[in-house]
């Protein structure tokens, strides 16, 4: 049986009245997946930039885009 199945099974086996609880459970587990995927999606974001900033050749060719385009940056 799978997990899947086995759950519903032990759901259907509750009382009516618990029902609402379980709503609110699987609300929060919910909420939990939602904050776990957005930290996964921040962690990975920072990862890149942190690699591109590393990139030291890429980085070089942006300010000299920058420079040609916008001018020299004031110190």
Known sequence: ??????????????PQKYYGEVIDFVGSL????IDDVAENQNDDEIAGYQAMAAD???????REWCNAYFGPARQ
């Not at 799978?2 to 032990?10: F, I, V």
């Not at 919910?30 to 997946?33: A, F, R, V």
């Not at 030291?56 to 942006?62: I, K, M, S, V």
Request: cysteine-free.
């Open 56 to 62: 030291t050749e890429r980085e070089e060719e942006a």
């Open 1 to 14: 049986m799978t997990q899947q199945a086995e759950l519903l099974k032990k759901i259907e086996s509750l």
């Open 30 to 33: 919910q909420q939990k997946h």
